[in-house]
């Protein structure tokens, strides 16, 4: 080979998919009118002579450019192909392994490149290349995302940060995970680049007439990882409420104690000082939260009268370091007068420095009244000696919380197959006392083999409703008969529908119809209430429906259950003034 000042190191891009003649040596050949660029493989003993300060490593890199690793790579991809017994065509499944390999090798190629002289080759048509010098920028992209409107159609654009200097991702020549500008290359991330094949695949442009569908097959997808300007392109949704409060706590370092409170504004979270509004995306729907300030000062007012330090801490949240929070039984005390107040505390069972309980939780519990819908349950939950109040209990499952502060300071573990068996039955049962809960007889309704539900839930239930659930089951069974009177024969469909809401009625459930339009939903509801109608005569329905199917569930019952319209009574605007207030 040449002398090194005649040789450089030759990039085509577009090769990458080839997966061969990425990179190249190229050395410059004299002759007496010509100079001719002379193509090499990259070899370990070119390398050498070439570029004898790169280290090792990075020499091993430069050679895993070479023809005989370029037919490895296939070779390795095809075999771990086979190993996954396909799922996805070849085609896609080698597409994909090989531009993660190639990225990984220009991750390692990046930390280097700019040591070496570089140019690079542009295939312009089948005649035409161009070979100019280019460089290799160990400045990483950032990427963002902005939707524009271009008339009546929305457009997203991916927007490049270098530096902090904003560039259009149209401004480079995008090679996959390569961008070029101004013969300087830069490396996308990993991420940043299946984000950007994604985008191509899925193409957004088809839904550009339809903001929400925009918004939710596409934005939600990305804002999960960048940042996405709207441009007030989208209608937002206010909630304007009285929040709920809650605390999560957390730790710092180790060492420190954090309770940061936050706001719950009808399912929306906020924290951090106050401002007049936040915004929040969920499932690609915009919503602007107006923030209650009153209240939430109020709330943080109540907070820094906990601790003579918290009054000093203005970061939005208050800390104490353990040793400060364990004085004088502060934390426990401090915990149990915020679940009297109904704050929920969440965040508890990630606390790294309070020691957990060596008890297992021991639960008991019995059926003391069976009466109409309702059961009481006698229900004690216990860590050794300490005996678990049912109302802070509650309080703690509500919160979505898998652990309870025990009086000596440690933290009793609800294990999932504790919550699996009585969770529910905690969270909405009604407490009456310090063991004791009252809970509709629904809630016994569990196929769960357990031994506690087989002993105490499972025969509330007959057997005889178990027997008919199975029946219900089967395609071609019968379970209850249509009533004579409704006009109307049901297609198998509707009796199954039918039968469900009958069957759990049985049992003191409720059911849900969710079938798609025009299938029927109201006269299997009419079936039902004429069934049980006939069973309970003397008891009164309310058909709760939007104003404007009023009339409709009024000709429907005319239409299949004639004898019952002279008990039906259909509000006017009139009547139901003051007695019925909007959601």
Same mark, same amino acid.
């Not at 519990?365 to 009481?376: A, E, H, I, Y």
């Not at 008919?468 to 469909?493: G, N």
């Not at 059911?511 to 299997?524: N, P, R, S, V």
């Given at each position: 080979m040449a002398q090194k000042k005649h040789v450089s190191l030759l990039l085509m891009p577009q090769q990458l998919m080839a997966n061969k003649g990425i990179l190249q040596l190229q050395e410059l050949v004299k002759s007496t009118n010509t100079i001719t660029p002379v193509l090499h493989d990259i070899t370990y003993h070119e390398i050498n002579q070439v570029y004898p300060e790169l280290t090792k490593t990075d020499k091993s890199t430069l050679v895993f450019f070479n023809e005989l690793h370029a037919e490895r790579r296939e070779?390795?991809?095809?075999?771990?192909?086979?190993?996954? *017994?396909?799922?996805?065509?070849?085609?896609?499944?080698?597409?994909?392994?090989?531009? #993660?390999?190639?990225?990984?090798?220009?991750?390692?190629?990046?930390?280097?490149?700019?040591?070496?002289? $570089?140019?690079?080759?542009?295939?312009? #048509?089948?005649?035409?290349?161009?070979?100019?010098?280019?460089?290799?920028?160990?400045? *990483?992209?950032?990427?963002?995302?902005?939707?524009?409107?271009?008339?009546?159609?929305?457009?997203? =654009?991916?927007?490049?940060?270098? #530096?902090?200097?904003?560039?259009?991702?149209?401004? &480079?020549?995008?090679?996959? !995970?390569?961008?070029?500008?101004?013969?300087?290359?830069?490396?996308?991330?990993?991420?940043? !680049? $299946?984000?950007?094949?994604?985008?191509?695949?899925? =193409?957004?442009?088809?839904?550009s007439r339809n903001p929400e569908a925009l918004a939710v097959n596409i934005l939600t997808r990305l804002e999960e990882n960048y940042s996405v300007e709207r441009n007030n392109l989208f209608q937002q949704d206010c909630i304007e409420s009285i929040p709920g409060n809650r605390i999560l706590l957390s730790e710092i370092s180790g060492s420190f104690l954090v309770l940061t409170p936050q706001w719950d504004y009808e399912g929306f979270l906020v924290d951090g000082p106050w401002k007049p509004e936040q915004e929040i995306i969920r499932n690609g729907k915009g919503y602007t939260i107006r923030r209650n300030r009153e209240l939430e000062e109020a709330f943080t007012g109540q907070l820094k009268a906990l601790h003579p330090n918290f009054a000093k801490q203005l970061n939005g949240y208050y800390y104490l370091s353990f040793a400060d929070a364990q004085k004088k039984q502060w934390f426990l005390k401090v915990y149990h007068q915020l679940l009297e107040l109904n704050i929920p505390m969440i965040g508890m069972d990630m606390l790294q420095h309070f020691r957990y309980s060596a008890h *297992?939780?021991?639960?008991?519990?019995?059926?003391?009244?069976?009466?109409?819908?309702?059961?009481?349950?006698? &229900?004690?939950?216990?860590?050794?000696?300490?005996?678990?109040?049912?109302?802070?209990?509650?309080?703690?499952?509500?919160?979505?919380?898998?652990?309870?502060?025990?009086?000596?300071?440690?933290?009793?573990?609800?294990?999932?197959?504790?919550?699996?068996?009585?969770? $529910?039955?905690?969270?909405?049962?009604?407490?009456?006392?310090?063991?004791?809960?009252?809970?509709?007889?629904? $809630?016994?309704?569990?196929?769960?083999?357990?031994?506690? =539900?087989?002993?105490?839930?499972?025969?509330?239930?007959?057997?005889?409703?178990w027997q008919k659930w199975q029946q219900w089951q089967l395609p071609d069974t019968i379970l209850y008969k249509a009533p004579e009177k409704v006009q109307a024969v049901l297609r198998p469909y509707q009796q199954k529908g039918f039968e469900w809401m009958a069957l759990l009625a049985e049992a003191g459930a409720g059911a849900c119809l969710a079938d798609d339009m025009g299938l029927g939903k109201t006269l299997q509801t009419i079936c039902f209430l004429s069934h049980y109608h006939e069973q309970y005569p003397d008891l009164k329905h309310m058909i709760i429906c939007p104003s404007s199917l009023l009339y409709n569930w009024q000709q429907e019952f005319e239409k299949f259950a004639p004898h019952s319209v002279q008990n039906i009574q259909v509000p006017t605007a009139s009547t139901a003034k003051g007695r019925f207030r909007k959601p």
């Amino acid at each position: 080979m040449a002398q090194k000042k005649h040789v450089s190191l030759l990039l085509m891009p577009q090769q990458l998919m080839a997966n061969k003649g990425i990179l190249q040596l190229q050395e410059l050949v004299k002759s007496t009118n010509t100079i001719t660029p002379v193509l090499h493989d990259i070899t370990y003993h070119e390398i050498n002579q070439v570029y004898p300060e790169l280290t090792k490593t990075d020499k091993s890199t430069l050679v895993f450019f070479n023809e005989l690793h370029a037919e490895r790579r296939e070779s390795a991809i095809k075999s771990r192909y086979k190993i996954t *017994k396909g799922g996805k065509a070849y085609d896609q499944f080698y597409r994909q392994a090989l531009l #993660n390999e190639l990225h990984q090798l220009f991750e390692q190629f990046k930390s280097f490149a700019f040591l070496l002289k $570089m140019q690079h080759k542009i295939i312009l #048509n089948k005649k035409a290349a161009k070979t100019l010098p280019c460089t290799f920028s160990t400045v *990483k992209p950032v990427l963002s995302f902005e939707v524009v409107s271009e008339g009546k159609d929305l457009q997203v =654009n991916a927007i490049i940060s270098l #530096n902090r200097n904003l560039y259009q991702l149209q401004q &480079f020549n995008r090679y996959h !995970f390569l961008l070029e500008y101004g013969n300087e290359y830069y490396l996308l991330a990993h991420k940043d !680049f $299946m984000t950007l094949e994604w985008l191509d695949q899925v =193409n957004p442009a088809q839904y550009s007439r339809n903001p929400e569908a925009l918004a939710v097959n596409i934005l939600t997808r990305l804002e999960e990882n960048y940042s996405v300007e709207r441009n007030n392109l989208f209608q937002q949704d206010c909630i304007e409420s009285i929040p709920g409060n809650r605390i999560l706590l957390s730790e710092i370092s180790g060492s420190f104690l954090v309770l940061t409170p936050q706001w719950d504004y009808e399912g929306f979270l906020v924290d951090g000082p106050w401002k007049p509004e936040q915004e929040i995306i969920r499932n690609g729907k915009g919503y602007t939260i107006r923030r209650n300030r009153e209240l939430e000062e109020a709330f943080t007012g109540q907070l820094k009268a906990l601790h003579p330090n918290f009054a000093k801490q203005l970061n939005g949240y208050y800390y104490l370091s353990f040793a400060d929070a364990q004085k004088k039984q502060w934390f426990l005390k401090v915990y149990h007068q915020l679940l009297e107040l109904n704050i929920p505390m969440i965040g508890m069972d990630m606390l790294q420095h309070f020691r957990y309980s060596a008890h *297992k939780p021991v639960t008991e519990f019995s059926v003391l009244q069976d009466k109409g819908n309702r059961l009481t349950i006698s &229900f004690e939950l216990k860590f050794g000696t300490e005996q678990v109040g049912l109302a802070d209990l509650q309080k703690c499952l509500l919160a979505g919380q898998k652990a309870i502060l025990l009086k000596d300071g440690s933290l009793g573990i609800l294990s999932a197959e504790w919550q699996e068996q009585y969770g $529910m039955l905690v969270k909405h049962g009604h407490i009456s006392g310090k063991k004791e809960m009252t809970i509709a007889r629904w $809630m016994t309704l569990t196929e769960s083999d357990t031994p506690a =539900n087989e002993v105490v839930l499972k025969p509330i239930i007959k057997e005889e409703w178990w027997q008919k659930w199975q029946q219900w089951q089967l395609p071609d069974t019968i379970l209850y008969k249509a009533p004579e009177k409704v006009q109307a024969v049901l297609r198998p469909y509707q009796q199954k529908g039918f039968e469900w809401m009958a069957l759990l009625a049985e049992a003191g459930a409720g059911a849900c119809l969710a079938d798609d339009m025009g299938l029927g939903k109201t006269l299997q509801t009419i079936c039902f209430l004429s069934h049980y109608h006939e069973q309970y005569p003397d008891l009164k329905h309310m058909i709760i429906c939007p104003s404007s199917l009023l009339y409709n569930w009024q000709q429907e019952f005319e239409k299949f259950a004639p004898h019952s319209v002279q008990n039906i009574q259909v509000p006017t605007a009139s009547t139901a003034k003051g007695r019925f207030r909007k959601p």
